[in-house]
């Protein structure tokens, strides 16, 4: 008799034909979770299986917000308020922000 285990699709586990074919003792979890989470993708209660999808492999692109033209603009606007007095910065002397009402 071989002691191989060859693998199936039942998640009982490896059977012992040595023994009568009852209920298994052990029951392989991760075949179960595996089985269940396809047949709940099958029924359309999720999106997809997630052991369908490859990992990622891609490295995150790196950010330089010295290269983005948004926020070139951004600092751009905000230099540009700050030095003809719209925007000013709230401290001790100034505790609100300016309005652009005229008093």
Do not use: C, W
């Amino acid at each position: 008799m071989s002691d191989e285990h060859p693998h199936t699709e039942s998640a009982e586990g490896y059977k012992d034909r040595r023994f009568h074919g009852g209920a298994p003792e052990h029951l392989d979890d991760d075949e179960l979770q595996r089985r269940a989470a396809a047949e709940r993708a099958e029924a359309g209660v999720t999106a997809y299986d997630p052991d369908d999808v490859p990992p990622a492999t891609d490295d995150p692109v790196p950010y330089d917000p010295d290269a983005d033209e948004l926020e070139q603009d951004i600092r751009g606007t905000a230099a540009r308020q700050e030095a003809e007095g719209e925007n000013a910065r709230v401290d001790r002397d100034h505790p609100y922000p300016p309005t652009r009402y005229a008093e």
